[in-house]
C-alpha cells in the first residue's frame, strides 16, 4: 500500500481544514487508517483511527477533528475544526491490514505510512 496525504497549510487559530490521505493497492476496506501527527522536537502522536466504522480519537482533538473514508475513492479524511496553536504538526496517514483494536493508537504497529503534509496554525 502507498499512501498519499495532502491538505496541509497555513490556518489562523480558530480555523479548519480537511486533510486527505490517497491510498494505491487493493482492498482498502480491510486497512485501519490512522492519522498520526509529529510537532518540531516532540515525539510522534496518534491522532484518530478508523476501523471497519468504528472511530478512535486522541483526547486532545475529540470533538473538533472527524475521521472519514471513502472506499470506493481508498482515501480517508481528517476534517480539522476549531484548530488551535498546538495543532501545529507534520501529519501523516498510516495504515495497517493487521493491528489490533487495542494497538490502534500505536504507532509501531502501522507498517504503510505517507509522506506527511504540514498544518500550521497561527495564533
Known amino acids: 500500500v502507498q499512501l498519499q496525504a495532502s491538505g496541509g497549510g497555513l490556518v489562523q487559530a480558530g480555523g479548519s481544514l480537511r486533510l486527505s490521505c490517497a491510498a494505491s493497492?487493493?482492498?482498502?476496506?480491510?486497512?485501519?487508517m490512522a492519522w498520526f501527527r509529529q510537532a518540531p522536537g516532540k515525539e510522534r502522536e496518534f491522532v484518530t483511527a478508523?476501523?471497519?466504522?468504528?472511530?478512535l480519537y486522541a483526547d486532545s482533538v475529540k470533538g473538533r477533528f472527524t475521521i472519514s473514508r471513502d472506499n470506493a475513492k481508498n482515501t480517508v479524511y481528517l476534517q480539522m475544526s476549531s484548530l488551535k496553536f498546538e495543532d501545529t504538526a507534520l501529519y501523516f496517514c498510516?495504515?495497517?491490514?493487521?493491528?489490533?483494536?487495542?494497538?490502534?493508537?500505536?504507532?509501531?504497529?502501522?507498517?504503510?505510512w505517507g509522506q506527511g503534509t504540514q498544518v500550521t496554525v497561527s495564533s
Open positions: 493497492g487493493r482492498a482498502f476496506n480491510r486497512y485501519t
Open positions: 478508523i476501523k471497519w466504522g468504528n472511530t
Open positions: 498510516a495504515a495497517s491490514s493487521t493491528v489490533i483494536q487495542s494497538a490502534i493508537s500505536d504507532a509501531h504497529a502501522y507498517p504503510y
